[in-house]
């Protein structure tokens, strides 16, 4: 699966994600999501679930990562493990077509919902994530390692 977006400045692509990525997987993910997720468990969720992980290049210099998305399954449904987007490329619509990207993924192998967490306090991603169709289905007090509440999110395929 490959999908362009261009725009004056710039051309992004979306395709799936290979193991030459994973490097530049972890260390986005580490750059721009609070988690206490290590090198080693991105690299374990990869190896399982390697079909639901989408990045997004810059087409016009080296090809560089400038997005991922790491999806996975869980208790028979899809789920957004995490997802992130370069800062010097956000709203301009690279986040939503990653989505897109893992939940035709999802929809292919017959899963009908995908779910995710998110900090109470990243309203960014909680914009975003309404933005594309999932609805809060409840709170998880002190889901994340410092303390901090999640709400789970859900999307209907
Ligand atoms: C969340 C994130 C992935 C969104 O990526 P993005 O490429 O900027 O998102 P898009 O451009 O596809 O946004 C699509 C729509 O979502 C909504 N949206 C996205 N970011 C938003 C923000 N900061 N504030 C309000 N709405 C926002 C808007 O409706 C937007 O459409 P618009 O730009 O036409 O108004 C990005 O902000 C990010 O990487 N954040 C840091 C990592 C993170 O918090 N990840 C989620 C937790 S795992």
Redesign the pocket.
Known sequence: MCKSIMTARWAAEVRAAVDYDLRDVISMWKR??KAVNTAYDIATLYRYFKKYFFVATYTDTNSAII?FVAGAVRDSHGHIS????DEA?????????LLKAADAKFLGDGFDRVTLE?RVS????I??YE??GYRSLYTVKGYYADGEDAIVYEKGL
């Open positions: 721009n999501i997005g995490g997802i992130a987007v490329y956000r709203r301009v619509g690279v986040g939503k077509q998110v990243n309203i960014a991603a914009r975003f933005d594309q």
